[in-house]
């Protein structure tokens, strides 16, 4: 009985050289090994050894595959690196964040931020402002201690037990503003809660007058790269309206930047 040639619509656009230079490239990065010689390549592939061998020679040209050394087979090669790097610089938390923010900003009319994490500090990387003429100005760059306000409690809910068991030994924590006003079992029950509805609270404690909301943002291993925030809220009610807002604002960046939420 004759097999059916027949192609879909989306099939009958393939070319199949480029294809099989596809599975192949798949299959050396998929490999749980640190290189693949050309018999694992085409049993794995189903690709004829000599066209397997025409494909890779050609990779190695444009530095696309690389050889581990004579007799160990093909790795991936730093080519990729150059064809990578527009898509890498498109995964940018900061240019990722911009529509964010600016939606975040026009909905509250306040300031929307994106802040990142670096040591011990995190420092705002992007902002956008609302078109409320006495909204909070802030300058992009600023740094902050890591546990400060609701950032800090965003940030610490999301770390590893263990991490933010290590933070939590510092000597000055800024989670209610001034150190001395730090409450540990108060900051558990908001760490409970925040991890519940993705977001925290700062009314008025790190600065009088200034209500903040801010969502943890996630990096692809699970843990805290920064935050977004939503600053200078008219009042402690408005900032409680904003936070499922900004909640699904920061989770919606995780995932863009290869978090599992």
């Known amino acids: 009985m004759k097999k059916s040639t027949k192609q879909t619509s ?19 990065a998929q490999s749980e090994s640190a290189h693949m010689n050309l018999t694992q390549i085409c049993e794995q592939t189903e690709i004829h050894k000599g066209t397997a061998f025409c494909i890779l020679h050609t990779l190695r040209k ?66 956008h402002e609302g078109g409320n003429p006495l909204g909070l100005t802030m300058r992009v760059g600023h740094r902050f201690p890591l546990t400060y306000g609701c950032h800090g409690k965003a940030i610490a809910a999301f770390l590893p037990e263990k991490d933010r068991d290590t933070l939590l030994q510092e000597e000055k924590l800024y989670f209610h503003g001034d150190p001395s006003k730090f409450d540990r079992n108060r900051l558990e029950a908001e760490i409970i809660q925040c991890r519940e509805q993705w977001f925290a609270e700062d009314m008025e404690e790190t600065v009088a007058g200034l209500n903040v909301v801010a969502s943890p943002v996630l990096g692809p291993n699970q843990r ?16 409680r309206q904003c936070g499922e807002m900004v909640a699904e604002a920061g989770k919606a ?9």
Not at 10 to 28: G, H, N, S, T
Not at 92 to 107: F, H, M, W
């Open 62 to 127: 444009y530095g696309i595959v690389q050889t581990a050394g004579r007799g160990k087979g093909y790795t991936l090669g730093p080519g990729l690196i150059g064809l990578s790097r527009r898509f890498l610089d498109s995964l940018s938390p900061t240019k990722l964040a911009e529509p964010l923010l600016r939606e975040l900003a026009v909905k509250s009319g306040a300031t929307a931020a994106l802040g990142l994490i670096a040591d011990q500090n995190v420092f705002v990387a992007a902002k």
């Open 10 to 28: 989306r099939d009958k656009y393939m070319v199949p050289a480029v294809e099989q230079a596809l599975k192949v490239l798949f299959r050396i």
């Open 224 to 239: 805290p790269i920064g935050y977004i925030a939503i600053l200078g809220l008219p009042s402690a009610e408005a900032a």
């Open 253 to 261: 960046l995780s995932r863009q930047t290869g978090a599992d939420v």
